[in-house]
T-cell receptor, first 109, second 113 residues
Framework: KNEVEQSPQNLTAQEGEFITINCSYS?????LHWLQQHPGGGIVSLFM???GKKKHGRLIATINIQEKHSSLHITASHPRDSAVYIC???????????FGKGTLLTVNP | DVKVTQSSRYLVKRTGEKVFLECVQD?????MFWYRQDPGLGLRLIYF???????EKGDIPEGYSVSREKKERFSLILESASTNQTSMYLC????????????FGPGTRLTVL
């Protein structure tokens, strides 16, 4: 069974700071997802990656398969980035996602 | 844009009631999922459907059943609601299983009194 750990659980930053959220998993995976959940519930998929690095605007996601570790970076953070960020790992031949418990990010103006 | 809608944002029910949560997606996706989300536990899969009338149990199916009579609609049924089923319920859909992102609905916050 895959265990997915996120750190930190809570993160407070000032507007403009560079943010890093970490995700570690215990067994080999076929894909790693990063999701964003704003207050009120709706979840949006940010990235799905199986190797290397992906970038979308100010967001960058990286994955190191050998280390079983992924990071989500936010450059020039903004108060609208305040949300819960969730990573989820998909096993090699398994359709199921195993979710981390989430990181609550608060960006203050 | 894929749109996944859920029938209610907030729902309050009494213990023992039968509860229906409805989810509709408009992008002809094969796969649909029901999750519940609880503080400190993250999202957990209740049931999954990979085709009309086809379903598979997730990690926590006890106390729940599902129905998928049409491709676009996936219903979660609480046969006899209990207080420990108070939670946020999220529906999702995806076009494929292994290398596709999942698209989530806005969630239904269910309170069972």
């Amino acid at each position: 069974k895959n265990e997915v750990e996120q750190s930190p659980q809570n993160l407070t930053a000032q507007e403009g700071e560079f943010i890093t959220i970490n995700c570690s998993y215990s067994v080999g995976i076929s894909a790693l997802h990063w999701l964003q959940q704003h207050p009120g519930g709706g979840i949006v998929s940010l990235f799905m990656l199986s190797s290397g690095k992906k970038k979308h605007g100010r967001l960058i996601a990286t994955i190191n398969i050998q280390e079983k570790h992924s990071s989500l970076h936010i450059t020039a953070s903004h108060p609208r980035d305040s949300a819960v960020y969730i990573c989820a790992a998909r096993g090699g031949s398994n359709y199921k996602l195993t979710f981390g418990k989430g990181t609550l990010l608060t960006v203050n103006p | 844009d894929v749109k996944v809608t859920q029938s209610s944002r907030y729902l309050v029910k009494r213990t023992g009631e039968k509860v229906f949560l409805e989810c509709v997606q408009d992008m002809d996706h094969e796969n649909m999922f029901w999750y519940r989300q609880d503080p400190g536990l993250g999202l957990r899969l209740i049931y999954f459907s990979y085709d009309v009338k086809m379903k598979e149990k997730g990690d926590i199916p006890e106390g729940y059943s599902v129905s998928r009579e049409k491709k676009e609609r996936f219903s979660l049924i609480l046969e006899s609601a209990s207080t420990n089923q108070t939670s946020m319920y999220l529906c999702a859909s995806s076009p494929g299983l292994f290398f596709n992102e999942q698209f989530f609905g806005p969630g239904t916050r269910l309170t069972v009194l």
